[in-house]
């Protein structure tokens, strides 16, 4: 059994006053039979369309207006089926979003039609089939429990759907049999703290052609991802589609008259009224202790026909009462925070909580090492000239405006604008109570107190910052449950506070703390927001010993760890594959580790579940480290240095991890006063230098730990997900200290460009591979054909089938130290011509050039890039890439919406070349040297062409009185054969030898066990 969360925008619920007061019933749709079943080829074109019932006028989702999309459904059915038909028109069908590839992924995530079935009407279980225009299908049974939402993919109907695809609209076409949907599901609880053995399945209606004015629960709803995100159904839903009691109604009219017709009708809005009425009874009965005990009067809401509560406590709205989350559907009641007694604030205050390094003994160690070591002396200098700065400014207040968010992914932006509003005030705090801390100086301490009083107001008064209603509303609660226990354990002792404001400060800790607890509880998602929530849900229970809610807390950490490393991958890799979203996850468990090392004396850092650790995952970090001590912008990741990540020196101190200190190039001098490293940790060489990354699938070349090292990064492997880019065979490359080809689609995902870029981005195009007509690849995985690496040679190869009916295989062959060769291959399946572009982006100036020779310069190094068969190459373009980070560098945008420009430091256009040629031929070749070199200003003389012999394909390289040969026996060429090239033969697969004063010195072999030069055999290493 699979559980997914679909993360479309769909399930964000609305605010409270997000619906009007009064709505119309559900709407009300009539079949009839058709005497000739529709072929369903995803045309529409039958006859039986012509008189089917036609459901029209969607509405768009959490509003009262029309979606005007011009999306209709038709439905129709006979003995056997019932028959959906969907048009979807859209203006911009040739930029749909279809990644998905595989049946019941997400498919919510692109343009794609969602059908709801629910037989019985006991708007507890119903069916779900999505599928996207081309014709991926995802279809559950879904089980309502105590208002939550569970999913069930193990259930696989019979039926049949077909899609097309038109310049103005695509279509969706469905049968669907009634046999299909007789079979019930056993399906175990996914939740722990219900039976293990607890089973239910669905009580079904007999098929409805045998009883004509048989009804069923439907809806027909629209994910549109081009309009952006416009999310439309027949049946008008408040807050998400995953809402039983907002379906319309289906009925299977039959040979019933219009009367007959009228008359089930009004059965099935009584019958739904009734269902409402008792759920919202139930609601009602569940919230009068808690009003009973805190004063507290119920305020109806209607929301399609459903009550939401809100209490009210002497005219001030408390916390929600029900608070939902996205991803899930989920719909629980909050719990009103019970006040602690006397006896229990009393505990809470009675010792400052012994946190990482903030007890006494931390902050004389702190004191000793100001006055005795230079480089933490000029950290304290730099803060305290920081807090005197604070000290002398007014804390800048930020309005309801800035709080606004949306599901769009501008609005999101606008709210990251508003969260750094609340993140000043919070530097403000941390680093004036540090200061207080270490100087004993009591303006400090008011100062921060201001600005955390100022923080505990936003959070009161802002719904943002309130509940859970909004899947992005919850991330700064989670960032304040730990940064809030920082501020009380600064300062508790500062003689600032009164016991009143010391009782404030714990009970704001203590409300952030249950609205993390909450999502703890109630999404099965995972990820980073799920890390953020979990760990420092678990670190606060650390931090506050004498918390009631402390036992609860740490049950709910240890029993979704499980689940949370379930993601860690066993290359110590994240499963969305992108560097960024692994650290910011990692930063967070790796928090809670440290945590409970330094409190409880546990190891928690190196424990594994299920084969995976922490450990794993840190060394992953170090292991894609590139010779900046950068991670690799793959994906959608930024370019920052390892040393930027705090929680890295945290696991340094800890575990003396000098290997992080030399990968991250990290400088001890310069680390700020939270996180320094102990003086006896010095840096060391990792174990390894190249290594293959299989589950992440990204292959490392790299000769050595110095900042100069020669480093290719290969993206051969999944498509990433969520963060994914087409990317498939990209690769970056840094070479004398230099990052010289760089990956153009870095931080989409996060909206920090304009929607050109966005777009731009995650394309082809904006990668190192090769592009196909013009088009980007699809989603696929590649696949890896071989990984070797020797004493002084590294070779990767691996293919893909992104573009239909082409095969794209790129092999990598670098000698250690020198230069970087590139093959592509690529073979045509179909017998059509196609036009071909080799792809590179390169960070430097761009000099003299032409078809076989391109010369780049920066900081006085030098890039040569040599095709090997300059006249195979129909021209030679150069162009200007998007805005990309070259410099990995943590900057401020510029722009007032949170978005980079050019003019922002390190952030700029790189150009990038294109190689094109077009053929008909079924296979061609490029061949492309990367020679990097010290002396920009001087290239070497280097000399390369192609060779063809037998079956394989090579390169013959000239440089510095040196000849290179390499061969390679061409993708699904005849493995029996012997592969001669450039005076050599060899039963292998890929070959490799150096001549010099034409003898031999370097040979290897891989994937056979001879060469031969001139009929003598050759000395060579050998890789079967």
């Known amino acids: 059994m699979t559980l997914k969360a679909c993360l479309g925008g769909v399930l964000l619920a609305a605010a409270l006053a997000g619906c009007t007061t009064k709505t119309p019933g559900p709407p009300f749709l009539a079949a009839t039979p058709c005497a000739t079943p529709p ?48 048009t979807c028109p859209d203006h911009r069908a040739g930029e749909l979003v279809t990644r998905e590839t595989e049946h019941d992924a997400a498919v919510c995530r692109d343009d794609c039609i969602d059908l709801f079935l629910d037989l019985s009407r006991d708007y507890k279980n119903y069916f779900h089939f999505i599928v996207s225009p081309r014709g991926v299908t995802s279809d559950s049974s879904v089980e309502l429990v105590d208002d939550f939402v569970d999913i069930y993919y193990d259930w696989e109907p019979a039926y049949r759907v077909r899609t097309s695809v038109t310049a103005d609209a695509w279509f969706a076409e469905f049968a669907v049999p009634f046999s299909s ?12 703290d219900r039976k293990e053995n607890e089973r239910s399945a669905f009580s079904l209606l007999a098929p409805p052609a045998s009883d004509p004015g048989t009804v069923w629960n439907v809806n027909f709803c629209r994910r549109k991802r081009t309009d952006p995100d416009a999310l439309s159904s027949w049946s008008p839903c408040c807050d998400s589609f995953y809402s039983p009691y907002q379906f319309g109604h289906l009925l299977f009219a039959g040979s019933l008259s219009r009367s007959g017709i009228s008359n089930a009708r009004e059965r099935a809005e009584e019958a739904r009224a009734g269902a409402v009425a008792e759920k919202n009874r139930v609601e009602r009965a569940r919230l009068a202790p808690i009003l009973a005990e805190i004063g507290g009067e119920w305020r109806d809401v209607h929301r399609r026909g459903l009550f939401q509560g809100s209490v009210s406590t002497n005219g001030k709205l408390r916390i929600p009462n029900y608070a939902r989350l996205t991803g899930q559907g989920r719909v629980v009641l909050d719990e009103v925070i019970p006040p602690l007694s006397g006896e229990a604030v009393e505990k809470i205050l009675a010792r400052r909580t012994p946190r990482l390094a903030f007890d006494e003994e931390s902050l004389e160690e702190l004191r000793r090492r100001i006055e005795s070591d230079a480089p933490v002396r000029e950290q304290w200098k730099r803060l305290e000239e920081e807090a005197d700065g604070l000290l002398a400014g007014p804390l800048r207040d930020f309005t309801p405006n800035e709080m606004q968010q949306d599901r769009n992914c ?67 609660p989670s960032y304040e449950v730990v940064s809030s226990t920082l501020a009380y354990d600064l300062l508790a002792g500062s003689g600032v506070l009164s016991r009143e404001e010391k009782v404030r400060l714990v009970e704001f800790i203590r409300r952030l703390g249950y609205r993390v607890d909450y999502c703890v509880r109630h999404s099965e998602m995972v990820g980073n927001h799920q890390y953020m929530w979990t760990a420092n849900l678990g670190r606060m229970a650390l931090y506050f010993p004498e918390f009631p809610e402390r036992e609860r807390w740490l049950a709910d950490v240890e029993r979704r760890m499980p689940m949370l490393y379930a993601d860690i991958l066993q290359d110590g890799g994240q499963v969305e594959r992108s560097p960024g979203h692994h650290t910011f996850g990692l930063s967070f468990l790796v928090g809670y580790a440290i945590t409970r090392k330094r409190l409880l004396g546990e190891d928690v850092f190196s424990r594994e579940i299920d084969g995976k650790s922490l450990g794993m995952a840190v060394s992953w970090m170090a292991k894609i480290a590139t010779p900046l001590g950068e991670q690799p912008a793959v994906n959608d990741s930024k370019r920052p240095r390892l040393g930027k990540y705090f929680f890295l020196l945290d696991v340094i101190d800890a575990f003396g991890r000098g290997d992080l200190l030399r990968a991250g190039k990290i400088d001890t001098s310069g680390l700020p006063l939270l996180h320094l490293v102990s003086e006896t940790i010095r840096p060391a060489d990792p174990a390894f230098t190249s290594v293959l990354l299989p589950d992440t699938g990204f292959a490392v070349m790299r ?4 900042a100069d090292s020669k480093y290719l990064l290969f993206d051969y492997g999944p498509h990433g997900a969520w963060h994914g880019h087409y990317d498939k065979m990209s690769f970056v490359l840094y070479a004398d200290g230099v990052g010289w080809v760089l990956d153009a689609g870095s931080s989409p995902h996060y909206c920090v460009y304009t929607e050109e870029h966005n777009r731009w981005h995650k394309q082809t195009v904006a990668h190192n591979t090769v592009l196909v007509d013009g088009k980007s690849q699809e989603a696929v995985t590649g696949t890896l054909r071989r990984w070797e690496t020797g004493e002084d040679f590294d070779l990767v190869s691996a ?57 780049f310069t920066r900081n006085g190094r030098g890039l040569l890039v040599l095709p090997a068969d300059p006249e195979s190459i129909d021209s030679l373009t150069v162009e200007q890439g998007l805005c990309i980070d070259t410099t990995g560098k943590r900057t401020t945008p510029a722009r007032s919406d949170g978005r980079w420009t050019p003019g922002d430091p390190g952030w700029a256009y790189i150009p990038y070349i294109g190689l094109s040629k077009t053929t008909g031929a079924a296979e061609t070749d490029y061949l492309v040297v990367l020679f990097p070199h010290r002396d920009g200003a001087k290239p070497p003389a280097v000399e390369v062409a192609k060779l063809l012999g037998g079956v394989g394909t090579g390169v013959r390289i000239r440089h510095g009185g040196l000849e290179d040969v390499y061969g390679e026996r061409r993708p699904g060429a005849d493995r029996t054969a012997e592969l001669p090239l450039g005076g050599f033969r060899t039963d292998g697969d890929f070959f490799f030898a150096r001549i010099e004063r034409g003898n031999v010195t370097r040979a290897v072999v891989v994937g056979g066990t001879r060469l031969i030069r001139d009929g003598k055999p050759v000395k060579a290493r050998t890789y079967e």
């Open 703 to 706: 000769d050595g730990w110095d």
């Open 410 to 476: 501008v609005p999101r932006e606008q709210a990251k604008s508003a969260a750094a509003g609340y993140g000043r005030l919070s530097s403000v705090r941390t680093k004036c109570a540090l200061a207080h801390a270490i100087s004993g100086r009591r303006e400090y301490a008011e100062k921060a107190w201001e600005a955390q009083s100022r923080l505990i107001e936003h959070f009161e008064r802002y719904q943002v910052f309130r509940s859970a209603d909004n899947w992005y509303s919850i991330w700064d």
């Open 39 to 86: 072929v369903v080829d995803g045309m529409l074109d039958d006859e039986c369309w012509r008189d089917a019932a036609v459901a029209a006028d969607f509405s768009l989702l959490r509003e009262d207006g029309p979606a005007g999309n011009g999306t209709t459904v038709r439905v129709t059915y006979d003995d056997t089926c019932v028959y959906f038909g969907f």
């Open 799 to 855: 293919s893909h089938d992104g573009y239909p009916g082409i095969i794209h295989t790129r092999t990598i062959f670098h000698p250690r130290g020198e230069y970087f060769l590139v093959h592509d291959h690529l073979r045509a399946r179909d017998g059509e011509p196609h036009r071909y572009r080799w792809l590179l982006h390169v960070n430097g100036r761009l000099g003299a050039h032409d078809r076989e020779s391109i010369a």
């Open 181 to 192: 949907l007789m079979t019930g599901v056993a399906r175990p609880s996914v939740f722990a």
